[in-house]
């Protein structure tokens, strides 16, 4: 193809104005996200605005510039990324190194590079510089990869550096995403909150998408997926693992919970390196489960959590508390984290059990829900990270039945500790005018005042 003398940007890359957009929030803002449904064009874009960025930089008089374009691995890299570049990028803009994974602009246009790079192992790029960092699927990776590459972004002349980011709702790290890009919450230290923005992708936004696709998408008989792959919902997504969750259904006011109702602690341990999560729940007498306090904490010693769980505990009386089995483990210390909570005033009575597929399906049991019956797990708003977490976990991709663990399942792994040991049982009503009776009764002939007034169904497993 003969070289072109000048270069019209939008000719070259027929960005939709969805992708307009977009390219004009990168300009006002360091950190922009744009993402959300299926087939939104996400990738496309990525690939494009950084074109678009190396061209500006040379009309600035600033050559040669090195800007990043990530996935999380080789395989979604070639499959989202270098396998469209070859079709994509005429011969007379630049030329694509195969062996480097770097596409260059010819010198006319200022010789910068795209290095497509993948995030198997982040450290690779601890001293490498860019001016312009890109990652496609953000929620597949970790918040501490984002945390490495954002110290990346220095190149000379450039003060105006970015970080621009395509994802769907879903994966490893939409909890994070989420958090930052579309809740607006951040870390206390951030200095650049007002810098963060997200532009919806949807799907209905791309004019280039076939229709075949949008039918079978529209297809879906799920109503939340549905809307989840055509609206991009945040709070529904692909690989959602507890799809029951909804807040308007299982998240309530707190109340006093009454003297009666059997009451019941479970505590998923960790040390200072970790997150130690505790709950207290109790049962009604139609067998719901209320979470009604929580402790959720990081950073402390294991004398420290129980310390505090213990404070939290003064004057109730419990009729167990469920933990982590590995809490018995000596791992050659003078004491197991067992041992530690009972000296420091918790009782640890029931060991998690070991199958967590059958945990993990009374845990949907207890989630859901219908038309015409409520769940029969309800949770106090003052219990955020249990609300938080439940419902951005994820499937594990190799062990689908199972919780993907490298997500934040410290609430749900104590809840799937405690909810295993219920069988049937439920607070019993209180007592009628009869059954007081006869206690008053069995009392005077010495006997049980308590034998046969409950079903058996009802005792302690």
């Known amino acids: 193809m003969t070289p072109k003398k000048t270069l019209n940007f939008d000719e070259l890359a027929h960005f939709t104005p969805k992708q307009k957009e977009a390219s004009r929030a990168v300009k006002k803002f360091r950190f922009v996200l744009f993402g959300g449904a299926m087939g ?10 950084l074109i678009y960025m190396l061209l500006s930089f040379h009309q600035r008089g600033i050559d040669g510039v090195t800007v990043g374009l990530f996935c999380e691995d080789y395989t979604n890299l070639n499959d989202r990324q270098l396998s469209k570049i070859k079709a994509e990028f005429p011969a007379w803009l630049g030329e694509y190194n195969s062996s480097e994974h770097n596409f260059t602009l010819k010198k006319r246009w200022g010789g910068g590079i795209i290095a497509f790079r993948n ?42 550096t970015r970080f621009i980011a395509a994802s769907n709702p879903g994966g490893i790290g939409h909890e994070w995403v989420k958090k930052r890009w579309l809740d607006g919450v951040h870390h206390a230290n951030e200095k650049e909150p007002d810098q963060f923005i997200c532009i919806p992708a949807l799907l209905k936004d791309n004019p280039h998408i076939d229709p075949s696709y949008l ?3 529209e297809s879906i008989p799920d109503e939340k997926k549905r809307n989840a792959y055509l609206n991009g919902n945040w709070d529904i997504f692909e690989g959602q693992y507890f799809t029951e969750w909804d807040k308007t259904k299982h998240v309530v006011k707190p109340f006093e919970i009454p003297y009666s109702w059997f009451r019941f602690r479970s505590i998923d341990m960790s040390g200072r390196n970790g997150t130690t999560s505790c709950h207290w729940y109790a049962i009604d007498h139609d067998g719901t489960v209320w979470v009604y306090r929580e402790y959720y904490a990081s950073g402390l010693d294991s004398d420290r959590h129980a310390i505090k769980i213990n404070e939290l505990s003064k004057d109730e009386e419990y009729r167990y508390t469920t933990f982590d089995n590995s809490a018995l483990a000596q791992l050659g210390l003078p004491e197991t984290t067992y041992e530690i909570y009972w000296r420091h005033g918790v009782e ?36 955020p990270n249990m609300i938080r977490t439940l419902p951005m976990l994820i499937h594990d991709e190799l062990h689908p039945e199972d919780v993907d663990t490298r997500g934040e399942d410290h609430a749900a792994d104590e809840l799937r500790y405690f909810l295993q040991t219920l069988r049937e049982q439920k607070t019993p009503r209180p007592l009628n005018a009869v059954q007081k009776r006869m206690m008053q009764i069995r009392r005077l002939h010495g006997l049980d005042p308590s034998e046969g007034l409950y079903p058996e169904s009802n005792e302690t497993s």
């Open 40 to 49: 939104g064009g996400k990738s496309y874009f990525l690939r494009w605005q």
């Open 119 to 160: 995030l198997d192992d982040v450290s690779k790029y601890q001293s490498a510089e860019f001016a312009v960092i890109a990652v496609d699927e953000l929620t597949r990776n970790k918040e501490e990869i984002f945390n490495v590459l954002r110290t990346r972004l220095r190149w000379p002349k450039v003060p105006d």
């Open 215 to 217: 039918a079978q998408i």
């Open 348 to 383: 640890l009575t029931i060991p998690s059990m070991k199958n967590r597929i059958m945990g993990w399906d009374i845990v949907h049991q207890y989630l859901r829900w219908d038309e015409k019956n409520e769940p029969r797990l309800k949770v106090f708003d003052t219990c």
